[in-house]
């Protein structure tokens, strides 16, 4: 992946060997239009450095699909385009696929798809999602979820095949009864986030809510920064998956 801090490196790198070109005399015999050459080609590529670093840090950046929890609609190995400006201007909408830091220790950010928004309430029985007691028709998941949830009691509740259990906020985020406005809808500036491979992604149906700000209520994460990095617009590797996706 793409990162900000490896543009920089490498824009460090060439406007060293930059400086270098400068201040080395030419030797007896060096070809100077050749030397003269390199320092314009390493102009072009820093400057082209320099502009890949703004729009990595403030417009855009790239994600590699590291698991099959998107399957069948991102796959493992593609290389995304994810639009970082977006989410300054508005919040994430129902049915985005989102990029986000997940509630739980992770090196990277996750990727899923925006389920239910604050003031939504959620269900999933029968392998379909009902949102604001509408059901979702879904022609992106692999398959129906094999279990059920609830959003009630000021928790998410999850039924797979075990008996209803809420999700531990030891282990999930879930805000505290003052931050919900109602027991059966979702809370401000949370998101019931999915995987399109349903039975087999680590979701909120496992750790909670992810939040568009503010900081986790609770979880692993309890404390540390929430927000949303951007919203999958393009995926432009391999070639043959490009395409841009809906939004």
């Not at 930059?18 to 070809?31: D, E, K």
């Not at 029985?125 to 959003?151: H, W």
Request: proline fraction near 11%; aromatic fraction near 12%.
């Amino acid at each position: 992946m793409i990162t900000p801090q490896l543009i920089v490196i490498v824009v460090l790198i060439l406007i060293v060997v930059r400086v270098i070109f400068s201040l080395r005399p030419v030797i007896a015999g060096t070809n100077g239009r050749s030397r003269t050459i390199a320092r314009e080609y390493l102009d072009v590529f820093i400057f082209a450095g320099a502009a890949a670093w703004f729009v990595t840090s403030f417009i855009g950046r790239t994600y590699f699909i590291p698991s099959g929890s998107m399957l069948p609609t991102l796959q493992i190995g593609d290389l995304l385009v994810v639009d970082k400006f977006e989410y300054r201007f508005h919040p994430p909408h129902d049915g985005d696929i989102a990029v986000f830091p997940p509630p739980l220790p992770s090196p990277d950010d996750f990727i899923k798809r925006v389920i239910g928004s604050p003031g939504d309430t959620i269900e999933i029985k029968g392998g379909t999602v009902f949102r604001n007691g509408i059901a979702l028709k879904e022609p992106y998941i692999a398959q129906p979820p094999d279990y059920s949830l609830q959003i009630r009691n000021y928790n998410i509740y999850v039924n797979d095949g075990y008996g209803w259990q809420p999700l531990d906020p030891a282990q999930a985020n879930i805000p505290p009864r003052k931050d919900w406005l109602a027991p059966n809808r979702i809370p401000p500036h949370c998101y019931l986030m999915l995987g399109d491979n349903r039975n087999d992604s680590e979701d909120s149906h496992i750790w909670g809510f992810a939040q568009d700000s503010g900081r986790f209520f609770s979880g692993p994460r309890a404390g540390k920064p929430a927000s949303f990095t951007g919203r999958a617009v393009l995926i432009f590797w391999p070639f043959s998956q490009a395409r841009i996706l809906p939004g």
